[in-house]
């Protein structure tokens, strides 16, 4: 866990009007045969050139390492680089054709070069519309696609159709070859370009775009689906669905798993038993077959067969023996095998992970997005972090919930802070507990990592919004210190708290249904989670965003505690500003989340700032001033707002109203109360004009005032005889774009991507 077909439509002059192209902050409208220009002055749906870029600066860790542990780090970077190139086919159906065009034009040339190239070419871009190009590129390598990994919405280029077609017309690559670069520019021009109302942001049916599913299913498939994958007890992490419909007018669901065998056969020595196959299942047909991104899959493998040749201890080995098996078969029970060895690996000095992991993106969340992370232990913090799990078993009794709906012990986790090597997937996280898997969490542990160099990156100076001058400076002075209290408590003791109550294959509860109460009616426990039922099936859709207010609310809940707050350095007034800035982030948070919740399919975007608006919800409805929103006009005369937190009601008001909340959180995804749940939850989502905010109306605000999220440039290893050597880049679009052609300097890459794409392109209506 971690802490949209070619048009987009408009009401003009009461009639509907489709935009045909994005055209830098212009759309060009069609109104009933007439074309006119609408100016959109703040656009979600752009990069804007200004976008801030930081460096993952982990040179002084790299050089740490023994000749050993570099090989060792090398290879699981490779591995994790090469699996990550699938989440482009997780992302979008143009995204993989889109990366194969800018790896050929950037590849053929330096960014220099070809921005003096195309500055020169006939009705070429102006350098605004160059630098536009190249921001687009970086944010599209930096998020695997062209949908943001936070926020779920699409971004098109920051300049017009025809001038980014002549900076393609202007490179080498397509002097070299025209054919080529002009086949892959219109399998891809219109879908660039393209913001229809679904095209806008990732979604399932008619309210977004999925590639988890081919463009044909609904929620209702995923639904039929997820049955028939609690019913064989296959996880769906490692799988995508597609539907077809044969000449007789027959349903055909194919699940397909992540793996670099075709095969349906059982591989000796690697699986007794296949879960592939076809079957009928309650009036339908499921095909379970398996080859899913197999060239990369068999990519990964390789080289975490060469990373095994390096590994410090038998623990290691063994987990990557297992993930082996695991990516060859496609098995998820090989990929738990390969978790309880990382799990049993206890500080190592070279940590990583990789996988099918978060289920944020799929729209019926459980499915998960790859990816695959490699980083080095940053000692001097990860000391703080040791200390708060030993005192772990001290703290969880804090939590507002009696000691039966904690876990049976405390499995103490590894708690480390790391500096990130390599992290391949759509966004880059501060902090990750994991595994996801719910039996082993419960069972036999997890870790937890805080990403100390992604904490601690620096950008060049943002606006800080919607708080008085006095908080915006303490804001920016305390805001990184009391993030990584947040993490380190959000991690640990968030999502490491709680139980699960369970019934397994024998019927066997794994709590005294006569001793154990309803927290809420007093009366015994009526609902639980049976054999094969897990949180992600059993709260689909809202279980990431559930989770992580749960988390959220754990870290807010437990930062009042002045010892936990001296375990990372603060005391006396230094604890108290921490405290106070860490729930002031946490309220403004709710604001800037209204950017990611969409009005027109009421949908959020993103599962962490809709926790955070349901927090910033909560604690307005705890009333006595706690909370405020003042409405106001800005300097610049626009509408304007700023955030008031009373400091002196956070350890009343605040904690009680909190405390009672992360009760009902806990008290419903204990008993598995999935209606409950979803009812409280949808209520304090939802986004309407009824309370004395006005938050739907006060979304154009914010939308007015946003800020560009900052992107990461990583480096990169390079391996020369039996040395492996760090690779550094400038922390600028340009040093991010330069980062992924050396990344994959492979021409086979783009030649599998291809083939990839068009082996499924018929299953998206591409």
């Not at 070859?177 to 219109?186: A, C, F, H, T, V």
């Not at 947040?486 to 968030?494: C, F, M, P, W, Y």
């Not at 006060?698 to 900052?710: F, L, N, T």
Request: charged share 25%; glycine share 6%; hydrophobic share 35%.
């Amino acid at each position: 866990m971690h802490c949209t077909a070619v048009r987009y439509c408009f009401r003009f002059s009461g009639r509907i009007c489709r935009a045909t192209y994005f055209c830098k902050r212009f759309y060009t409208l069609k109104v009933q045969g007439t074309v006119r220009l609408a100016k959109m002055t703040d656009s979600q749906f752009i990069i804007p050139n200004e976008v801030p870029v930081a460096n993952l600066e982990c040179k002084v860790a790299f050089n740490c390492l023994t000749g050993k542990e570099k090989r060792y780090s090398h290879f699981l970077s490779q591995a994790s680089w090469a699996g990550g190139l699938s989440v482009l086919f997780q992302t979008s159906a143009e995204s993989p054709v889109i990366f194969i065009l800018l790896q050929k034009i950037f590849k053929s040339q330096t960014v220099c070069e070809l921005e003096e190239a195309a500055l020169k070419a006939p009705n070429g871009p102006s350098k605004e519309e160059f630098e536009a190009m190249v921001t687009y590129a970086a944010a599209f390598y930096s998020n695997s696609g062209n949908y943001k990994s936070f926020g779920d919405t699409k971004f098109v280029p920051n300049l017009p159709k025809d001038k980014f077609y002549a900076i393609v017309k202007s490179s080498a690559a397509y002097a070299k070859d025209s054919d080529g670069i002009e086949d892959l520019w219109k399998s891809c021009d219109d879908a660039l370009y393209s913001l229809s109302r679904r095209e806008q942001q990732l979604g399932l049916g008619e309210t977004g775009i999925s590639t988890y599913f081919s463009s044909n299913c609904t929620l209702q498939d995923a639904e039929i689906a997820q049955k028939f994958l609690n019913d064989k007890e296959i996880s769906a992490y490692n799988t995508r669905l597609f539907k077809t419909v044969d000449a007789n007018g027959a349903v055909i669901y194919e699940v397909r798993l992540a793996s670099s065998l075709k095969t349906d056969t059982p591989v000796e020595e690697i699986e007794k038993i296949t879960k592939c196959g076809t079957f009928n299942f309650d009036g339908h047909t499921f095909k379970v077959t398996r080859g899913d991104y197999a060239p990369l899959m068999n990519k990964m493998a390789d080289n975490l067969k060469l990373a095994k040749e390096h590994a410090a201890n038998e623990h290691e080995a063994t987990m990557l023996k297992h993930y082996i098996n695991s990516f060859t078969t496609g098995s998820i029970d090989a990929h738990k095998d390969g978790s309880r060895s990382w799990i049993r690996d206890k500080g190592p000095v070279v940590e990583s992970y990789i996988g099918f992991i978060e289920s944020y993106r799929d729209p019926f969340g459980v499915r998960g997005e790859f990816e695959g992370f490699v980083a080095m232990v940053n000692k001097e913090m990860s000391t703080k972090f040791a200390n708060l799990v030993s005192n772990a078993e001290k703290y969880l009794p804090l939590l507002p919930w009696p000691k039966e709906y904690e876990k049976d012990r405390f499995l103490r986790p590894d708690f480390t802070s790391l500096d990130v090597l390599c992290f391949a997937t759509s966004g880059i996280p501060a902090g990750i507990n994991i595994p996801n898997y719910d039996d082993i969490r419960q069972e036999e542990g997890f870790k937890n990592v805080s990403l100390g160099n992604v904490l601690s990156a620096n950008t060049k100076d943002q606006k800080i919004t919607f708080l008085s001058d006095e908080d915006k400076e303490l804001f920016t002075k305390l805001k990184a210190p009391s993030f990584e209290v947040q993490v380190g408590l959000h991690e640990l003791l968030g999502h490491g708290s709680g139980k699960l109550f369970q019934k397994d294959e024998n019927g066997k509860l794994n709590f005294d249904v006569e001793a154990v109460k309803h927290l809420d009616s007093g009366s015994k426990i009526e609902s639980w989670y049976n054999h094969g039922e897990t949180w992600d099936s059993k709260f689909p859709v809202i279980g990431s965003s559930y989770e992580e207010c749960r988390a959220e609310c754990v870290g807010i809940y437990l930062c009042l505690n002045r010892e936990i707050l001296s375990i990372f350095g603060h005391e006396n007034q230094a604890a108290e500003d921490i405290l106070y800035v860490n729930w002031l982030n946490m309220v403004r948070a709710g604001l800037l989340s209204l950017e990611f919740y969409t009005p027109e399919t009421k949908t959020w975007r993103q599962a962490h700032m809709q926790a955070r608006y349901v927090i910033l919800r909560v604690l307005l409805e705890a009333g006595q001033g706690l909370v405020q929103i003042e409405k106001l006009t800005g300097e610049d005369g626009k509408p304007d707002a700023v955030m008031k937190l009373d400091r002196s009601k956070i350890d009343t008001v605040g904690k009680d109203a909190i405390g009672k909340f992360l009760q009902k959180l806990q008290l419903f995804k204990s008993t598995a109360d999935f209606t409950q749940g979803k009812a409280m939850y949808d209520k304090y989502s939802a986004v309407n004009d009824e309370t004395p905010e006005k938050f739907l109306s006060m979304r154009s605000v914010v939308m007015a005032r946003k800020q560009p999220r900052r992107m990461f440039v990583q480096p990169n290893t390079l391996q020369e005889g039996d040395d492996i050597t760090l690779h550094e880049y400038d922390a600028s679009v340009a040093g991010i774009v330069q980062s992924f052609v050396e990344r994959y300097p492979e021409d086979e890459i783009e030649d599998i991507i291809k083939n990839l794409w068009m082996q499924d392109k018929e299953h998206f209506n591409f």
